[in-house]
C-alpha cells in the first residue's frame, strides 16, 4: 500500500450544485432561487442587521451623552507602584515597560500622587499630578515633564 493507491470513502465527497444549466439538471430555470423577489435577482443581498422593514434596533435604542474625539488617553502609573517594584536612580518611559508598569512607549504617561516614596528618584514622564509632584520632591527627587 502507498499514497498513490489511496482513494476517499464512498459518499465521503459531495460535488458542488451546479445550478442554471437547464431543466434536466434538477437546478434549472429560476436556478434555486424562486420565483421574483429581492433574493432572485442579481447583487439582492439583505445585509445581516436588516428587520424587514420594522424599525432597527440601533435606532430604537435612545442615545445618552456623547464622545469626546480630543480625549487624551494616558498610561496611569501611582507612586505605590514605584515603591513596590522598587525603582531606582533615573526612571523613564522605557525604565517603566523594563519594570511592567506601562504596556507601550506610544501612548503618553502620567504619574498619579497615590502612596509614599522613600526612595530619591528622578522621574521623566509626559504628565504628573500636584500631589505626584510634591511627593517625589519631598522625597528629594525631581519631576521631569517630557514633550
Not at 65 to 80: D, R
Not at 105 to 111: D, F, G, M, N, S
Request: proline residues 5%.
Amino acid at each position: 500500500m502507498d499514497l498513490s493507491t489511496l482513494s476517499f470513502a464512498k459518499k465521503s465527497r459531495k460535488n458542488r450544485k451546479k445550478v442554471g444549466r437547464g431543466i434536466g439538471s434538477g437546478h434549472g430555470g429560476t436556478s434555486c432561487r424562486g420565483h421574483k423577489g429581492q433574493k432572485s435577482r442579481s447583487g439582492g443581498s439583505i445585509p445581516p442587521w436588516f428587520e424587514g422593514g420594522q424599525m432597527p434596533l440601533q435606532r430604537r435604542v435612545p442615545k445618552r451623552g456623547f464622545t469626546n474625539i480630543f480625549k487624551k488617553a494616558y498610561q496611569l502609573v501611582n507612586i505605590t507602584d514605584l515603591e513596590r517594584k522598587s525603582a531606582s536612580g533615573v526612571v523613564n518611559p522605557e525604565e517603566l515597560v523594563k519594570l511592567g508598569l506601562i504596556k507601550n512607549l506610544r501612548t503618553p504617561v502620567k504619574i498619579l500622587g497615590e502612596g509614599e516614596l522613600s526612595s530619591t528618584l528622578e522621574i521623566s514622564a509626559h504628565k504628573f499630578t500636584r500631589s505626584a509632584i510634591a511627593k517625589i520632591e519631598k522625597a528629594g527627587g525631581k519631576a521631569i515633564p517630557l514633550c
